[in-house]
């Protein structure tokens, strides 16, 4: 039995020993999937969290528990509280690239020795972003990068984590915090992960001017950038871009006067 198939009985058996008709939001604790391992006499991962991580950032949730979201909804895990969580309906929140949008090309500044080392398709990303500066371009701010892999808590969510943490400051004088969340692979991007970043903005940084910015390797190497807004509750994409890296000389005479174009009809 695969991981995966270990993982999805584990959390179909936690969710259907609360679930109720017409339930939204459903309360659970870590300490249920050691005992749902033992009542399924499945082997448990030596990280239990690896259980609840997967559903919330790499794979979707059984078909049996998405068929029963209320109409129009879907059902997400949200953190709240230390090893405590909750599956919660809400809009179909998916965070996916475009791919009829337009890319811009941007002349490739990445190190080459940090290109063959890196890591992971996560590191890799953010490497680029970094020394590239598309945090800058993407939003028109000049930003530092002020922490990677910054972990802390915030009241009511318990730990939160962010791949990188940028500051920055506008030509008014502004200052600003880009909390960024990386994905490559497989991995997708998590409305969860938004919204832990926005109560970290919240928490840690009230006076700054808060912008969550999702990154994603799309095929054929674009990187693509979103950033959010939040009015009330409600979290809304706030612009999309596609970037491509590439040597200076791939950058034509043809696409300065595509780039010439969309300024002016901004």
Known sequence: MTAQNRYEQIIEHIFFSHYKDGMTEIPFTREEIAQAGERLKINLPKNLGDVVYSFRYRNDLPVAINAKAPAGL????????????????????????????????????????????????????????????????????????????????????????????????????????????????????????????????????????????????????????FSFEKIADRISILSEKHYRLVFSEEISGVDWEAYRQRLSEE
Not at 120 to 137: F, M
Not at 145 to 152: A, D, E, V
Not at 176 to 184: D, E, L
């Open 74 to 225: 879907t059902w997400i895990i949200r953190p709240a509280g230390r090893a405590r969580y909750r599956f919660v309906a809400i809009i179909d929140p998916q965070i996916i690239p475009n791919p009829l949008l337009a890319e811009t090309k941007i002349p490739d500044a990445t190190p080459g020795i940090v290109s063959m080392y890196a890591l992971s398709d996560e590191q890799a990303l953010l490497a680029k972003l970094r020394y590239n500066r598309l945090i800058d371009i993407f939003t028109g701010v000049t930003c530092y990068s002020l922490q990677n892999h910054l972990r802390t808590t915030v009241p009511e969510i318990g730990q939160v984590e962010t791949d990188e943490l940028y500051i920055g400051v506008d030509r008014r004088g502004a200052h600003y915090v880009f909390p960024v969340q990386a994905k490559g692979g497989k991995d997708k991007q998590s409305i969860v992960q938004i919204e832990q970043d926005f109560a970290l903005c919240e928490s840690k940084f009230p006076l700054l001017i808060c912008r969550p910015i999702a990154a994603q390797f799309m095929e054929g190497s674009i990187i693509a950038l």
